[in-house]
Structure formats: structure tokens, C-alpha cells
């Protein structure tokens, strides 16, 4: 146990390591932050976004160790040991990720707040397998909320990402 300085209350911290976006960190943090606040307010990787923070829009979805997760749900120091993969960490070497190239050519976004969530979790439902039929694209991206209701879009871009390599 430690004094948190922005806090009297005494707190736990939590240091730990994590890969994220293939490197690795030392991460030192009040035990009670979340993954998603790691990730934006500490890493200051942005990309990841912050919609509901309890667990009912998906903005805030990154792969864990290849399974998407919402980040607003998990404790950081869960992912110790862990590799991480956010939005920031999908174009490799300049070139956008099949998913990425797919959601612009399909124009599956309007103000694209909700984006880079949709991107993780597309990546993760290819992965599953779940791209079998426009019906189950839309259920196993259920969890991803558009406010500016781009969905038959994006259901497209999944499906003509599911047959490229991703
Ligand atoms: S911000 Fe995490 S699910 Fe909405
Ligand atoms: S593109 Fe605006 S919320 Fe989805």
C-alpha cells in the first residue's frame, strides 16, 4: 500500500509490465485505473475513445492478447504480462491495416468518433470467424454502438475485409 499524492486516501498501486503495440512498458498506476485510462490518460494514446465508460458502446475497444475487449471494463494491472493492440498500432510501416483500407473504401464512417473502436472489433470478429453472413456480422459487432448509424456500411467493410488477409 502507498500514499496516492493526488489523493489522501490511501490506494494501491499497481506496477506491472505490458506490450503495447510491440513495445514493451513498465507501467506504475493507482490499481483502481482503467486499461482505457492507461491508454489515454497515461500513454497518451488517444485513438482509443472514451463514449460510455461502462461497457455499452465499444468505443473503447482493444485486443488483448488477440481478443477484443473493452477497455472501460478492464483494470489496467490485468493486463500484465499481456499484449496489447490499440488503433495506433494497426498500419504497420505506413500502410494502412485491410480493415482500415476497407472502412474507407466502403465509407463506413460519418463524424468517426466511434471508429477505431468499430476497426478493433472487426479485426476481432475476422478473426472469430464471425463473417459468415451480413446477419452475423451485424450480431457479433452488436456491441459496437454508431450514433450516426453507419451500420450497413460497416457491415459491408467487414465483409470485404473478411476475405483479405487481416
Ligand atoms: S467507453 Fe467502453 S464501452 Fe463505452
Ligand atoms: S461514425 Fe459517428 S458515431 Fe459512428
Not at 15 to 28: A, I, K, L, P, Q
Not at 101 to 129: H, K, N, W, Y
Amino acid at each position: 500500500m502507498a500514499v496516492n499524492e493526488k489523493n489522501p486516501v490511501f490506494s494501491p498501486d499497481a506496477t506491472f509490465d505490458v506490450e503495447v503495440n510491440g513495445e514493451r512498458h513498465v507501467v506504475n498506476c493507482d490499481a483502481r485505473t482503467t486499461l482505457l485510462d492507461l491508454l489515454r490518460e497515461q500513454m497518451r494514446l488517444t485513438g482509443t475513445k472514451k463514449g460510455c465508460n461502462r461497457g455499452e458502446c465499444g468505443a473503447c475497444t482493444v485486443l488483448v492478447n488477440g481478443s477484443r475487449v473493452n477497455s472501460c471494463m478492464m483494470l489496467a494491472a490485468s493486463t500484465r504480462g499481456a499484449a496489447v493492440t490499440t488503433i495506433e498500432g494497426l498500419a504497420k510501416e505506413g500502410e494502412l491495416h485491410p480493415v482500415q483500407q476497407a472502412f474507407i473504401d466502403a465509407d463506413a464512417f460519418q463524424c468517426g468518433f466511434c471508429t477505431p473502436g468499430q476497426l478493433m472489433s472487426a479485426v476481432g470478429c475476422i478473426r472469430e470467424g464471425h463473417t459468415g453472413s451480413d446477419e452475423e456480422i451485424r450480431e457479433w459487432m452488436s456491441g459496437n454502438i454508431c450514433r450516426c448509424s453507419a451500420y450497413p456500411q460497416i457491415a459491408a467493410a467487414v465483409a470485404a475485409a473478411a476475405g483479405r488477409e487481416v
